[in-house]
DNA sequence: ATGGTTGATCGTCAA
């Protein structure tokens, strides 16, 4: 079973790319992320003729969550439960027993800004979500954008980026939080070792080219999941494409 | 050099 993450920035805008890629790998799970647009506006036409169905969580303009998929999705839960957000980052679903979270954390903006604590209090609320979650579904993925860089490992640039937003200790200590649920990082899990593997470039200063890039899109896997780990692969290729979104898929492998 | 890019929406906000 493939499942992959990936943020598109617009999905109005790269529906096509979207397209082409999933043509190419043919995940059995694709959760989006960024979709910039109300469900009413998604493409769903573009999808379903490539044999996959869409579940979707759209707003106007920001955020938006889903899940592309070549078997329906059941039982679709959109959001945290127990923490009302107005901004869409959260879609779940269950496939072939599986279930699958598609999540795209808030990016926090700068250290001491209202967004910055607003992403600390979010991801106190995924930790919930998660380890109420793992109780019911055992057997889980969640893949999106995290909007943070694990370790130094997974920045271009660590000493500049030291204590920045994106890698700041509190920020850090969410994720390892989650991890110790009983997640796994999936990238990690097969490349240990592995640095220069970024899944984000800015669009600016010819980022991509020059490889300047963090790690911050990741697929977790419950602890039940990880022997069945076959591969996870961060794709590069769609960011070297015309007009692509800022960030690449990331795909996992399981032999389940 | 407080610059640089992209997307939603149409004056800024978000990333």
């Known amino acids: 079973m493939k499942i992959a993450t990936w943020n598109v920035n617009s999905v109005r805008v790269r529906w096509s790319q979207v397209g082409d890629w999933l043509a190419q790998q043919r995940p059995d799970v694709l959760c989006l ?71 795209y954390c808030p990016n926090g903006d700068s250290l001491g800004s209202d967004k910055y604590q607003y992403k600390l209090t979010w991801f106190d609320a995924l930790q919930r979500y998660v380890q109420r979650a793992l109780e019911r ?23 500049a980026w030291a204590g920045e937003v994106l890698c700041s200790p509190p920020e850090r200590e969410k994720f390892e939080a989650l991890l110790s649920l009983g997640l796994r990082d999936c990238f990690r899990q097969v490349k240990p070792w592995e640095s220069e593997a970024f899944s984000w470039w800015h669009y600016r200063i010819n980022a991509f080219k020059r490889n300047l890039g963090l790690r ?12 069945g780990l076959q591969d996870c692969q961060i794709d590069k290729v769609p960011r070297g494409w015309e007009r692509p979104s800022d960030h690449a898929p990331v795909m996992a492998t399981f032999d389940l």
């Open 33 to 103: 992320q960024e979709l910039k647009c109300e469900a009413s506006q998604f493409p769903w036409e573009a999808f379903q003729k490539l044999g996959y169905s869409a579940l979707v969580a759209g707003q106007k303009a920001y955020n938006g969550v889903a899940l592309l998929s070549r078997e329906p999705g059941i039982d679709e839960e959109v959001g945290l439960g127990d923490f009302a957000d107005p901004q869409q980052r959260v879609i779940a679903a269950t496939f072939q027993g599986i279930r699958v979270v598609s999540v």
């Open 137 to 159: 579904y055992p057997r889980l993925v969640m893949a999106g954008d995290y909007n943070i860089a694990p370790h130094d490992q997974d920045i271009h640039d660590p000493k």
């Open 216 to 227: 911050i899109d990741h697929v977790l896997a419950s602890e039940g999941l990880i022997e």
